[in-house]
């Protein structure tokens, strides 16, 4: 299963590096959760979802993201077709140069042949996914 989610989070940063926004949103389950220290926010309309993603894409132009990488840290089944999973994001420049790093976790649903994000957790200290919106 660690495969699967790895390949998954895979999928998702190519789909970020390329700034694939039909990809990335194919990627959530609507409604979806933020959980945070603040209020949790729930996304849940096709519109709101496309909103965010657009915000986080126009942040990677204005820090000139132009590579991806993503590595699962945890990944834990907690049921049939909800999974966990704890991962490390890490955004360079074209010459390299790590311009952000997080950890985010998240709440999936794995069902047959399909993974969808239903939760984001924002345990990183910085928050610096949410900087991102």
Same mark, same amino acid.
């Given at each position: 299963?660690?495969? =699967?989610?790895?390949?998954?989070?895979?999928?998702?940063?190519?789909?970020?590096?390329?700034?694939?926004?039909?990809?990335?949103?194919?990627?959530?389950?609507?409604?979806?959760?933020?959980?945070?220290?603040?209020? #949790?926010?729930?996304?849940?309309?096709?519109? #709101?979802?496309?909103?965010?993603?657009?915000?986080?894409? #126009?942040?990677?132009?204005?820090?000139?993201?132009?590579?991806? #990488?993503?590595?699962?840290?945890?990944?834990? =089944?907690?049921? @049939?077709?909800?999974?966990?999973? @704890?991962?490390?994001?890490?955004?360079?420049?074209?010459?390299?140069?790590?311009?952000?790093?997080?950890?985010?976790?998240?709440?999936?649903?794995?069902?047959?042949?399909?993974?969808?994000?239903?939760?984001?957790?924002?345990?990183?200290? @910085?928050?610096?996914?949410?900087?991102?919106?």
């Amino acid at each position: 299963m660690r495969q =699967r989610v790895s390949e998954f989070f895979q999928k998702y940063a190519v789909a970020m590096q390329d700034r694939e926004l039909k990809l990335l949103k194919s990627i959530y389950r609507l409604p979806f959760i933020i959980v945070h220290d603040e209020p #949790e926010r729930v996304v849940s309309f096709d519109a #709101e979802l496309e909103t965010n993603l657009k915000k986080v894409l #126009e942040s990677f132009d204005q820090r000139a993201i132009t590579n991806i #990488e993503v590595e699962v840290k945890k990944a834990i =089944r907690l049921s @049939n077709d909800i999974h966990f999973a @704890n991962v490390n994001w890490t955004f360079k420049n074209e010459q390299g140069e790590i311009q952000l790093s997080y950890n985010t976790s998240y709440m999936l649903s794995i069902l047959e042949d399909t993974i969808k994000v239903i939760t984001v957790i924002i345990d990183d200290e @910085n928050d610096t996914y949410l900087k991102l919106l």
